[in-house]
């Protein structure tokens, strides 16, 4: 991989966020035992870590890492860092990294937040944060605390500068159109940048400046049936990832379309065991915290769809209900309710639940009651529900035989 | 009229109610003795059209060039409609100093130049 290769080895190496680089250079030599902490905010993709990483390695620090999003709480920070918090003997010239520490302070903050707080004016190392997030107010708090370092998007130009760089090392070409298509592609993130020029080079990719710009305005459901419709592998890549959509709705997206497409049962099965990978991905990702992970993602959802369905036509719906289910719905919703109503009190639990929960089963065993109608008469049950639910109930031993 | 981003810029005296409407609606950041200066949250779109009018002259945008420090007009570049300028770093690269061989070594050179 070319963003590994191309590491940036030192500060001068990276581009853009001068200011801020030169900053961040100032305060780590400046830094002594009771100095501020200093954090570093900005969108990813832009040099945040690799700043830190190469200031440390020019100033001849070690660091130590972690992963914010990975220790939320309270007792779990304090046994990562304790010991080199507060003895500097133990641990020599070293920096606490902690990355992504917006991570910390999600729903799901069980006093991470005070403990940083409380690090940031105890610690006998410097303490080095980083963040995406700029209009957290937490993050805001801690940005009134420390020497805080604004990262930008980095000019076009500015990235262009940097791939012909690594193109120069290479000893590789690419044709100007392309290269422009890439750098307009990336909105100022040098990595996705570097990952879409390697594509290009190796002839995995194929973008035009002219249609990379159409392509940005295009709406989601253009991108995904461009997704669907892409006749090899690199287009359905480029259109997944154009649909500006979180990972989840992708998924959602892909799996309606699939759903209320008519596919024969061998591509569906094979197209949704690729959407049911993706979503273990992405609950990896949230089990682990690990949002690095992320990039893998669109690849994998992108190839491992355009196997699945090659050859066959998926129309973009972004509503998992087909329409026939949908009309029952509406048109018994109020029967099902009186139902949930009637019975859940009978059963002592909620309406809710015994809709859930419970009414399948009722209106399965009611079906096959010998005079299970009369029975639900003889309750006060109106006809025009009992019908529903008899119908409901013979469904299920139908589909269960 | 041409604004330089990232760096501070002063306006002729055009009445309170423009200057409520640059500092409030526009998002423009403002300094009593630097002037005025282009933030993440300035809304270009208002900002132009605005300035056209109380200026009575034509408003145009560019970067510095980080290699030989001249402004680099954005109007002509082949980015210019895909770079954001409100939220990307202040420095560019001019059309004089991009063509260069050893543009990018003249970058380094020049960071390690002003680090020192």
Redesign the interface.
């Given at each position: 991989m070319w963003t590994e290769k191309y590491r940036p080895s030192s500060?001068?190496?990276l581009?853009?966020?001068?200011?801020?680089?030169?900053g961040f250079?100032k305060w780590l030599k400046a830094w002594k035992v009771g100095g501020k902490a200093a954090l570093l905010v900005g969108p990813p993709g832009i040099g945040k870590t690799a700043t830190v990483h190469a200031v440390a390695r020019e100033l001849s620090y070690s660091i130590i890492e972690l992963n914010a999003s990975d220790i939320r709480t309270k007792d779990k920070l304090d046994r990562a860092l304790g010991p080199s918090v507060y003895n500097q003997a133990l641990i020599g010239k070293s920096l606490i990294l902690l990355d992504e520490v917006d991570g910390i302070f999600g729903r799901a903050d069980y006093g991470g937040m005070d403990f940083v707080m409380e690090l940031m004016e105890n610690t006998s190392v410097p303490l080095v944060m980083i963040a995406n997030a700029q209009d957290n107010i937490k993050i805001k708090k801690i940005a009134h605390k420390a020497e805080t370092f604004r990262?930008?998007?980095?000019?076009?130009?500015?990235v262009?500068?940097?791939l012909?760089?690594i193109l120069?090392k290479e000893g590789k070409q690419l044709d100007e159109k392309t290269m422009?298509a890439v750098?307009?592609q990336s909105?100022?993130d040098v990595r996705s940048a570097i990952n879409d020029l390697q594509a290009a080079v190796l002839g995995q990719l194929k973008i035009e400046f002219e249609s990379s710009?159409r392509d940005?305005s295009a709406t989601i459901s253009q991108s995904f049936q461009q997704l669907f419709d892409a006749s090899n592998p690199a287009d359905a890549l480029m259109a997944l990832s154009s649909a500006e959509m979180d990972p989840k709705g992708k998924i959602e997206t892909v799996f309606s379309s699939l759903v209320t497409s008519s596919l024969d049962v061998e591509h569906l099965s094979n197209a949704l065991d690729t959407v049911s990978r993706a979503d273990q991905i992405i609950g990896r990702i949230q089990r682990t915290q690990e949002w690095r992970q992320l990039r893998y993602f669109d690849v994998m959802l992108a190839m491992g769809l355009f196997y699945a369905i090659k050859g066959c036509k998926v129309q973009f719906n972004d509503d998992a209900i087909p329409w026939d289910l949908k009309l029952r719905l509406w048109n018994e919703a109020k029967y099902f309710a009186q139902i949930g109503r009637t019975f859940g009190s009978m059963f002592g639990t909620s309406r809710k639940q015994f809709s859930a929960v419970f009414l399948p089963y009722f209106a399965m065993i009611i079906t096959a009651t010998k005079d299970g109608d009369q029975k639900l008469e003889r309750i006060g049950i109106d006809e025009s529900v009992r019908k529903v639910l008899l119908k409901e109930g013979k469904k299920i031993l139908e589909a269960l035989k | 009229m041409k604004i330089s981003i990232g760096e501070h810029f002063k306006l002729p005296l055009m009445g309170k109610d423009v200057f409520i409407k640059l500092t409030r609606e526009v998002g423009l950041k403002y300094d009593s003795k630097e002037g005025f200066m282009i933030t993440?949250k300035t809304r270009l779109d208002i900002l132009v059209p605005l300035l056209r009018e109380a200026l009575k002259e034509d408003v145009s945008f560019v970067?510095k060039c980080?290699i030989c420090g001249k402004t680099t007009p954005c109007e002509t570049?082949?980015?210019n409609?895909?770079?954001?300028r409100k939220?990307?770093?202040?420095?560019?690269?001019c059309d004089f100093c991009?063509v260069k061989k050893d543009?990018?070594?003249l970058?380094?050179?020049k960071?390690?130049e002003?680090?020192e």
């Open positions: 500060l001068a190496m581009v853009g966020n001068e200011e801020a680089r030169l250079l990262f930008q998007r980095i000019p076009p130009r500015l262009e500068l940097y012909r760089g120069a422009q750098v307009a909105k100022g710009e940005r | 993440p970067l980080f570049c082949v980015y409609a895909v770079c954001d939220s990307v770093s202040p420095a560019c690269i991009m543009a990018f070594p970058y380094t050179e960071f390690t002003v680090s």
